[in-house]
């Protein structure tokens, strides 16, 4: 489990690494609040196309 963890950490800060490239949304490395915004907006997004991807129903 702890390696598990480690990985997931390492792959999280990671990502925040790439996803601050854009100092707009970041603030000395970290994500401020559009950072986080913007973020779960593309959450969401992806989530609700998959999920009406799933329950579509075909006439």
């Known amino acids: 489990m702890d ?3 480690l ?3 390492y792959l999280w ?3 925040i690494a790439w996803y601050c490239k854009v100092d707009v949304v970041c603030w000395a490395g ?4 559009l950072g986080w ?13 998959v999920l ?6 075909d006439e």
Do not use: C, D, H, T
């Open 7 to 9: 990985r997931a950490a």
């Open 13 to 15: 800060n990671e990502f």
């Open 3 to 5: 390696e598990f963890l």
């Open 30 to 33: 970290k994500p401020n609040w």
């Open 52 to 57: 009406s991807a799933m329950f579509r129903k």
């Open 37 to 49: 915004l913007v973020m779960a907006a593309a959450v969401f997004y992806i989530l609700r196309a």
